[in-house]
């Protein structure tokens, strides 16, 4: 079902041709909703914009918009404001129509697209031996909200896990499992070897104060490398093990991931090198082989280049991501690449993008994005950390969420006298702790920085996971006392809109298929956070003010179609942020 916004665009363009001509076909009518009811629901700007065009005074320029404008099916008739603003308010019998269709629409009125793209969403990307912490939990998240809007439109997603599971450090992990572990290169029995960053530390002392150890582990590096069967299977147990804890947290997280580690593009980094050197593109400096950069220079003014192999002859970060791109545009045939990083890595993909593109490997028809990211920080404002100054392990950041959401709970059952089983209290507190610390991020405008606070991304006011699922449990609450069958409801249900909560929340519902739009172009759930949150606070003041079960027939039922509809949006907009409902709390 087209949105309104849409409906009103083909009719602002029509307008706009017929009385100005066909050269302003295609004219943005710029228009906005709005949030003052003075100014009416919607706002159109396209005057100012076009009085340069025109060569006249945008109020005029509004008035024959006007005049040509055929709206009479949607809105009340167009007033202009200001300096030549058209300002818009939408008919209740629009409203109830448009409400009618979506209520025994599954998909809420939300269209697919015309033209299913082939999407990548790279995100997480943990490294193999090391632990997942607070650092990995906004590209997890965002990362997942992005491929489920992109999903629920149609579109053929593949998740992927650029794991790092490849590079020098495994020579030092090799050789000292062989140390401490001898009989895991002999057997054929899997290895558990317990706490795989304690592991860590102890093999990087013995790197640092052990010069064999150190001359060992390079030497493993090239037999890694060189496909040596006895350091493939160690690398083998490395990797295993960090899998299997990585797995915890997404099960804990509800994340799907399709693993592809930097080890899988290790057979195709020479041909990177090779075809760069038959396009001219690369250069020896200093005894590597680099593409010189436009745009990026050093403190001398010089170009400078991206490294594609070093010296030694070994590889870097750089020739994987190149021989990731080719391998994704070649063989997964993606229309849409989309790398969910924190911002430190701009730069990174920007060069290593216009080297991609210099040698012709990304066509034009392909989309490379970055999605960018900022810092977790502790309530003083700095990075967060621990008491000790170690980076927080994102296992101990979840269980300590899920601890809080518990206590809260048992705190509420005690003080309205209420009995629950075990079994309820551990279901209610997962899902609040997880909703809490995913919606807390997603919430924010990822371009920031923000500030991580158990106690305000757990409280039941303001703009949090809980807030939401309670007005979501809430309509659940108006369901089980009236007896309610909701399906039954949307069959019968006729919108009546009478009082202004009413045509407020119902204008919001109708915004849902604008602002999933616009995450899928912009990749920002924070819009479709905002807009949940406003739904909430719209739905409570519709409660406050609207009788529900005690409304005469026709109205009540209509009053049931508007907490149907609106449980359903929440329900639907949660899931697209990863997050699960209620239905009690």
């Known amino acids: 079902m087209p949105s309104t916004v849409e409906h009103l665009r083909a009719k602002f363009d029509h307008a706009i041709v017929a009385a100005f001509g066909q050269e302003m076909a295609g004219t943005d009518p710029m228009l906005v909703p709005t ?119 149609d579109n053929d997603v593949l998740r992927l896990n650029h794991v790092g599971d490849w590079g020098t450090q495994f020579g030092m992990l090799i050789t000292y499992l062989r140390e401490v572990y001898p009989e895991a290169l002999t057997t054929a029995d899997a290895l558990d070897i317990g706490d795989l960053v304690a592991f860590y530390r102890k093999a990087k002392v013995r790197f640092d104060e052990d010069n064999e150890f150190k001359e060992a582990s390079r030497q493993e590096v090239v037999k890694l490398q060189a496909g040596a069967e006895d350091s493939r299977r160690a690398w083998a147990i490395l990797c295993e093990q960090s899998r299997r804890e990585f797995q915890v947290i997404y099960d804990l997280l509800d994340i799907q991931l399709e693993e592809r580690g930097e080890s899988f593009y290790n057979s195709f980094l020479s041909e990177v090198v090779k075809d760069l050197e038959k396009t001219g593109l690369l250069e020896e400096n200093q005894g590597a082989k680099c593409v010189f950069l436009d745009g990026f220079q050093n403190k001398e003014g010089e170009a400078l280049p991206l490294i594609v192999q070093k010296s030694d002859g070994g590889y870097n970060y750089a020739t994987t991501d190149l021989a990731a791109l080719r391998y994704r545009i070649n063989i997964d045939k993606a229309d849409r690449m989309i790398y969910v990083t924190d911002s430190g890595q701009a730069n990174h993909f920007t060069q290593v993008w216009q080297v991609a593109r210099k040698a012709g490997w990304i066509p034009d028809d392909v989309d490379v994005v970055h999605v960018p990211f900022g810092l977790v920080l502790g309530e003083d404002g700095k990075k967060l950390k621990t008491r000790s100054g170690e980076t927080v392990r994102l296992r101990d950041l979840l269980d300590e969420a899920i601890n809080r959401a518990r206590k809260d709970l048992e705190m509420r059952l005690k003080e309205e006298e209420r009995t629950e089983s075990k079994e309820f209290i551990e279901n209610v507190a997962q899902i609040v702790g997880m909703s809490a610390v995913k919606y807390a991020d997603l919430s924010q405008n990822r371009t920031s920085n923000y500030v991580f606070s158990f106690d305000k991304m757990l409280s039941l006011q303001g703009n949090t996971a809980p807030y939401l699922l309670y007005a979501y449990v809430r309509i659940q609450g108006i369901r089980r006392k009236g007896e309610i069958d909701f399906k039954q409801v949307g069959t019968e249900a006729k919108m009546q809109l009478q009082e202004d909560a009413e045509l407020t929340l119902a204008k919001h519902l109708l915004q849902l298929n604008e602002v999933i739009a616009t995450v899928a172009t912009e990749l920002l759930p924070n819009r479709l956070c905002q807009y949940l949150f406003e739904l909430s606070q719209k739905f409570n003041q519709f409660y406050d003010q609207c009788p529900v079960l005690k409304a005469e027939d026709a109205q009540r039922i209509s009053r049931l179609g508007l907490c149907d509809l609106t449980a359903r949006t929440l329900k639907l907009g949660l899931s697209l942020l990863g997050i699960s409902v209620l239905e009690r709390m």
């Open 35 to 153: 949030s003052n009811p003075k100014f009416g629901d919607y706002q159109c700007n396209v005057a100012m914009s076009l009085t340069k065009a025109l060569k006249s005074n945008p109020r005029a320029i509004a008035t024959q918009i006007i005049e040509q404008l055929e709206i009479g099916d949607l809105c009340e008739p167009p007033e202009i404001a200001g300096p030549g603003f058209i300002n818009l308010r939408l008919k209740p019998e629009y409203l109830e129509a448009q409400l009618n269709t979506i209520l025994t629409d599954e998909r809420l009125g939300i269209p697919t697209v015309d033209n299913p793209q082939k999407v990548i969403v790279d995100f997480s990307s943990p490294n193999i031996a090391k632990e997942m912490h607070v650092g990995h939990l906004r590209s997890t998240i965002i990362g997942d909200s992005i491929a489920r809007v992109l999903e629920f439109l």
